[in-house]
C-alpha cells in the first residue's frame, strides 16, 4: 500500500504500492522522488508520522517521515511550528550523525508547501509498550536504563543541547537491548545566552520541570524529566497521579509493588526535586551517584493486616494506631481533618452522611448527597450544575458568567466541596481541581491534559466524560466549568479565584 500524504485526500489508503500518484486526489505518492509512506505511525497536535520505504535503496529499508501539520492557526503559531520542525533537523543532523542511540537524519526537504523530514526507523518498543506488555520495572532494570541512558544525555548536552521532551514514550527499546533517544522537536540549545532568555513553555505535562513550565529549561530539566520517567517505569502509574497535589510534595513510594533500596529513592528523590540547585546539575553526577554498593535498607510496601486500615480517601493502607484512632492516612489527615484548613470533613467514614449541609441561599443538597452517596455519579454533575445555576440566579439563562462566580456564596461552594470529597474519596471535588490548576501553573491546557478532558488538541464531548470512581482525580464535577459557562481559561481561572478567596 501506498499512504497519500496530502492532509486532505478523502482515501489516502486506496493505493497500489507501485503508484505514483493518489488514485484519489492525484497528489504525488513518493517524497523527493525516493521515500514512500505505507503506514500512518501517529498523529498530533503538530504533525503526522508515517513508516515508509526508501525506493532509492535496494533493501529498500524501512524509515521514519514527519509531515509538519499543525492543527493550531494563526500565523505566529505556524512561523514557531515551522522554526521548531527546522530546528529538529538541525539537531538530528548534528547529533544522530555521532551517536548509535540517537535516530539518523536522512533528508529535510518541502515538498507542495509541506515540510518533511526523514529519519532513521528504530525497530523496537517504547518504553510505555514495554511496561504495558511486561509490567513494572524492578531496581535492577532502573539502575539499568539509567546507566544506558545517561551517557546519551552527556553526549547531546556536550553539544549545547537540552531535549526538552524526554518521557516513557520518546525511549525506545531496540531489538538489540539498546535505548534510544528519539523526538528532538522540542529541544533547545543550552547556550549561557540562550538559558538567561525566557523562552516558550513546552514539553509534556507531568514529567516537565517547574522551570521549564515557566520557559526556563536548563539541563537538569532533563534530569528531572528522566527522573519522573523511572517513576512511571517502577509503579506503572501517570505522574500526575504520583504527585500530592494538596500537599505538593512526591508521593510515589506509596505505589511501589516492589522493594527499593534506599539508596536508589535517595537518587530519584534529588533528580525530581523541584528546586533547581538541589537537582543533580550533571548527567555525570547522576552517573556518579550510581555507582552505590548493594541496598542497605529497604523500602517495603505496606501489607494490609489485622492491625490495618484502609484510608477512605486515598486508598492507602496505614497502621490505623498512628494518628489516635483517626480513619485516615498521615496526608489525607494534614488535609482534611488539620485545625488551619477550612474545609473540614466529620470524622466519619465515606459511607456515612455529612451534618452539615450549610446554604447561604436556603437550598437543600440532599439530592446531591444523595446521587454522590449512591455512586451516580452523572447525575450528581448534573445536580451540582443545578444547583449552582439556583444559587447564582442564573435559571434562566442556564449558563454562569463572570459576576455569577465571583460572588457566588462560600457557603454553598464549600458544601458542594465537601460532598463531593467525602464520597468521592477525596478523588473529584472543585479543591481537588484547584490544586491541579496551581500544580500546572494555570496552564489551561495541561489542566485538560491532566484531568482527562481533553483528547489531542480538542476537548472532549459529554458522551466521553468518566462518570466513574475510577476516573482521574479532578475529572468530575465536569458540567459547571466546560458546560456551565464557556471552555476556556477564563472560567477555569474565575473558579479557581473564587475557591481561593473563599478558602476551598
Not at 518521557?167 to 539498546?178: A, L, Q, S, T, V
Not at 528546586?275 to 542497605?296: D, H, I
Request: aromatic share 10%; hydrophobic share 35%.
Amino acid at each position: 500500500m501506498s499512504y497519500c500524504l496530502n492532509p486532505n485526500c478523502p482515501k489516502p489508503t486506496a493505493n497500489h504500492p507501485n503508484n505514483k500518484f493518489c488514485t484519489t486526489c492525484g497528489s504525488k505518492l513518493l517524497l523527493a522522488e525516493r521515500y514512500r509512506a505505507i503506514k500512518l505511525l501517529g498523529q498530533g497536535g503538530f504533525g503526522r508520522t508515517f513508516l515508509a520505504i526508501d525506493e532509492y535503496k535496494p533493501s529498500q529499508r524501512h524509515c521514519v517521515v514527519k509531515q509538519l501539520l499543525p492543527q493550531a492557526q494563526g500565523t505566529n503559531t505556524l512561523n514557531k511550528a515551522s522554526e521548531l520542525f527546522k530546528l529538529e533537523a538541525e539537531r538530528l543532523d548534528e547529533l544522530g550523525h555521532n551517536h548509535p542511540q540517537i535516530p539518523e537524519l536522512l533528508a529535510y526537504f518541502t515538498q507542495e508547501s509541506q515540510q518533511y523530514l526523514v529519519q532513521e526507523f528504530i525497530d523496537g518498543q517504547n518504553l510505555v509498550e514495554e511496561v504495558t506488555n511486561n509490567g513494572a520495572y524492578s531496581e535492577k532494570q532502573v539502575i539499568a536504563l539509567l546507566r544506558n541512558l545517561l551517557p546519551v544525555l552527556q553526549f547531546v548536552h556536550s553539544k549545547q543541547v537540552i531535549h526538552r521532551d524526554i518521557k516513557p514514550e520518546n525511549i525506545i527499546r531496540r531489538r538489540d537491548g539498546e535505548l534510544v533517544l528519539v523526538d528532538f522537536g522540542a529541544s533547545k540549545t543550552a547556550t549561557r545566552t540562550a538559558l538567561t532568555v525566557t523562552g516558550t513553555a513546552i514539553g509534556t505535562a507531568g514529567y516537565t520541570a517547574p522551570e521549564q513550565a515557566l520557559g526556563k529549561a536548563t539541563v537538569s530539566s532533563d534530569i528531572y524529566s528522566l527522573g519522573v520517567t523511572c517513576l512511571y517505569l517502577l509503579t506503572k502509574v501517570e505522574p500526575f497521579e504520583l504527585f500530592d497535589v494538596i500537599e505538593g510534595e512526591w508521593v510515589w513510594r506509596d505505589y511501589l509493588s516492589t522493594q527499593l533500596s534506599s539508596n536508589l529513592g535517595q537518587v530519584l528523590d534529588k533528580m525530581i526535586s523541584s528546586a533547581v540547585k538541589r537537582r543533580y546539575q550533571s548527567a555525570t553526577e547522576l552517573l556518579q551517584a550510581l555507582n552505590f554498593e548493594e541496598p542497605q535498607k529497604q523500602v517495603k510496601v505496606p501489607v494490609p493486616t489485622r492491625n490495618q486500615i484502609k484510608c477512605p480517601f486515598c486508598s492507602y493502607t496505614f497502621d490505623g494506631t498512628s494518628l489516635s484512632g483517626e480513619i485516615a492516612c498521615y496526608r489525607c489527615y494534614k488535609h482534611f481533618y488539620a485545625p488551619q484548613k477550612q474545609v473540614k470533613v466529620p470524622l466519619s467514614t465515606s459511607n456515612q452522611t455529612p451534618d452539615n449541609l450549610s446554604s447561604q441561599k436556603g437550598i437543600y443538597y440532599t439530592k446531591l448527597r444523595d446521587f454522590l452517596k449512591a455512586g451516580q455519579w452523572k447525575e450528581a454533575d448534573k445536580e451540582t450544575f443545578a444547583v449552582m445555576l439556583t444559587v447564582a440566579g442564573r435559571k434562566k439563562d442556564g449558563w454562569l458568567d463572570n459576576q455569577s462566580i465571583e460572588n457566588f456564596p462560600c457557603t454553598d461552594l464549600h458544601t458542594i466541596d465537601q460532598l463531593w470529597i467525602t464520597y468521592s474519596n477525596g478523588r473529584f471535588g472543585f479543591s481537588v481541581q484547584k490544586c491541579i490548576w496551581e500544580r500546572v501553573r494555570k496552564n489551561y491546557h495541561n489542566f485538560g491534559e491532566v484531568v482527562k478532558w481533553t483528547k489531542g488538541s480538542k476537548w472532549i464531548a459529554y458522551s466521553e466524560v468518566t462518570f466513574d470512581a475510577t476516573a482521574p482525580r479532578g475529572h468530575l464535577p465536569w458540567f459547571v466549568i466546560v458546560k456551565g459557562g464557556w471552555v476556556g481559561s477564563e472560567v477555569i481561572s474565575s473558579l479557581a479565584s473564587r475557591f481561593i478567596q473563599c478558602k476551598i
